[in-house]
């Protein structure tokens, strides 16, 4: 899998939004990025994907840049609860399966 | 519905010592993988299977590493015998498929420190 670029952490007051970044300038046509966060001593749990458009979902929204090699997690209203660590992954569709290769994540820390 | 389950969800063994995980996915989900964690870092795959095979083992130590999935339900992650290295915590994640669309769900993992 091609490799993303994020900030090692990133600071945000409490019901402000907060945009975290990732670079992934190496991305291929048939990168797919997604995002997973990972809360204190829990399991990675899943947030939001996209190809090329920008998506919303309950949690977050996605905005991919026009050129696709840089996107953004956007939180409209963090929460202490959204203190955790925050990986950009790009994975390839192909019949080799559904890999997820982790980076070293954004840690997001929520002040109130 | 219930969630991937793990255990034991801490374990602490002395090296060479031998340890197994087990983890129960989600009812229904084809794709069950293992990774390992080491403290500061994100997960690493170890091993994906659909069903009872294996997709890839391709960063699976096998020389001290071995898995398995009894009737393509639940698996067991093996370690025998263990290095101090491999301390780490060990998610199990699985996914109805392994197409592209479906997100991977986690287990709480098991933390495993070698001494």
């Known amino acids: 899998d091609a490799k993303t670029t994020q900030p090692n952490s990133m600071e945000s007051n409490e019901e402000e939004p907060v945009h975290l970044p990732c670079n992934h300038s190496?991305?291929?046509?048939?990168?797919?990025i997604h995002w997973y966060r990972q809360l204190p001593s829990q399991g990675p749990e899943y947030v939001i994907h996209?190809?090329?458009s920008n998506v919303n979902n309950r949690m977050a929204s996605l905005a991919i840049a026009e050129d696709r090699k840089s996107s953004t997690l956007i939180l409209h209203r963090a929460t202490l609860r959204d203190a955790a660590v925050y990986y950009c992954?790009?994975?390839?569709?192909?019949?080799?399966?559904?890999?997820?290769?982790f980076g070293g994540g954004t840690r997001l820390m929520v002040k109130p | 519905e219930a969630g991937v389950a793990q255990s034991p969800r801490y374990k602490i063994i002395e090296k060479r010592q031998s340890v197994a995980f087990w983890c129960n996915p989600i009812?229904?989900?084809?794709?069950l993988y293992w990774y390992q964690q080491i403290l500061g870092q994100g997960p690493k795959l170890l091993i994906q299977?659909?069903?009872?095979?294996?997709?890839?083992d391709s960063q699976l130590p096998k020389d001290r590493f071995s898995a398995e999935r009894l009737k393509g339900v639940d698996s067991t992650l093996k370690i025998q015998p263990a290095k101090l290295e491999d301390s780490a915590v060990y998610l199990c994640?699985?996914?109805?498929?392994?197409?592209?669309?479906?997100?991977?769900?986690f287990g709480p993992g098991t933390r495993l420190t070698v001494t």
């Open positions: 994640a699985s996914s109805p498929t392994w197409r592209e669309g479906y997100e991977q769900y």
């Open positions: 190496t991305i291929s046509g048939t990168d797919y």
């Open positions: 996209g190809l090329t």
């Open positions: 992954i790009l994975r390839r569709y192909n019949n080799a399966g559904n890999m997820l290769t």
């Open positions: 009812s229904g989900h084809a794709t």
């Open positions: 299977f659909q069903n009872n095979g294996v997709v890839d």
